[in-house]
C-alpha cells in the first residue's frame, strides 16, 4: 500500500522567512496530494492539493509543487507569521481511495 | 452545510465499557471516513465507506472494533470492549468522490476525544 514519508518533523523559523515541508510517497499511481494545517486542539483543515496532471500551484503565501519522476512533493510558505505555526500534513492517494497521511511537521513561527 | 458533524465531543469511559462514537457528514457527500490520532501513530485510516458500504477495514485494530453506515447521512465506530491504549481523538471524514474541482477533498469533522481509564 501507499506510504508517506515527510520531513522534518519540527521546523523552527524566523516570522518573515520562508518555510519549506518534503513529503515522498511510494505508490506510483498515487494522483491526488493534499496539504492539511491542524492547530492545537482543533481538526486538520485543507490548505492547499495539487494533482498529478499540475506540477505547482499557489494561493497567496503557500505554495505546492509536485515531481511525479521522483514521487516527491514539497509545501512552501513565504513571509510567514505567528498564526501559520500549527502541525502540517501531507497525504497522499489515487483518487476517491483512501488518503494516507505523513507523520506531520510541527512549524514554530517565531515573532 | 454545518459540515461532518460528530458526537460526543469528549468520551471518558473505563476500561471495558462499550463506546459507541458517532458522525453525521457533510450532505451530497458519498465517501466516509473513520481516522484515528494519537501522538505516537499519527493520522491512522481506520475504515471508509463509498456509497454506504465498506471498502477498506485495513485499518481497524482488532475485533473490539467495528462500523457501520447504515444510511448516507449517519456512521458509527463502536469499540467495545473498550481499552486505555484505545484513547486518542477519533476524527471522521467525508468527501465528493465525483470528478469535479472538488472531487475527493477530505472535510474534517471536530472529533471525538476518548479516554479509557
Known amino acids: 500500500g501507499e506510504n508517506v514519508e515527510q520531513h522534518p518533523s519540527t521546523l523552527s523559523v524566523q516570522e518573515g522567512d520562508s518555510a519549506v515541508i518534503k513529503c515522498t510517497y511510494s505508490d506510483s499511481a498515487s494522483n491526488y496530494f493534499p496539504w492539511y494545517k491542524q492547530e492545537l486542539g482543533k481538526r486538520p483543515q485543507l490548505i492547499i492539493d495539487i494533482r498529478s496532471n499540475v506540477g505547482e500551484k499557489k494561493d497567496q503565501r503557500i505554495a505546492v509543487t509536485l515531481n511525479k519522476t521522483a514521487k516527491h512533493f514539497s509545501l512552501h510558505i513565504t513571509e510567514t507569521q505567528p498564526e501559520d505555526s500549527a502541525v502540517y500534513f501531507c497525504?497522499?492517494?489515487?483518487?476517491?481511495?483512501?488518503?494516507?497521511f505523513g507523520a506531520g511537521t510541527i512549524l514554530r513561527v517565531k515573532s | 452545510d454545518a459540515g461532518v458533524i460528530q458526537s460526543p465531543r469528549h468520551e471518558v469511559t473505563e476500561m471495558g465499557q462499550e463506546v459507541t462514537l458517532r458522525c453525521k457528514p457533510i450532505s451530497g457527500h458519498n465517501s466516509l471516513f473513520w481516522y484515528r490520532q494519537t501522538m505516537m501513530r499519527g493520522l491512522e485510516l481506520l475504515i471508509y465507506f463509498n456509497n454506504n458500504v465498506p471498502i477498506d477495514d485495513s485499518g481497524m485494530p482488532e475485533d473490539r472494533f467495528s462500523a457501520k453506515m447504515p444510511n448516507a447521512s449517519f456512521s458509527t465506530l463502536k469499540i467495545q470492549p473498550s481499552e486505555p491504549r484505545d484513547s486518542a481523538v477519533y476524527f471522521c471524514?467525508?468527501?465528493?468522490?465525483?470528478?469535479?474541482?472538488?472531487?475527493?477533498?477530505?472535510?474534517f469533522g471536530a472529533g471525538s476525544r476518548l479516554t479509557v481509564l
Open positions: 497525504a497522499a492517494s489515487k483518487g476517491g481511495n483512501k488518503l494516507v
Open positions: 471524514a467525508s468527501s465528493d468522490r465525483g470528478t469535479g474541482s472538488g472531487a475527493n477533498v477530505l472535510t
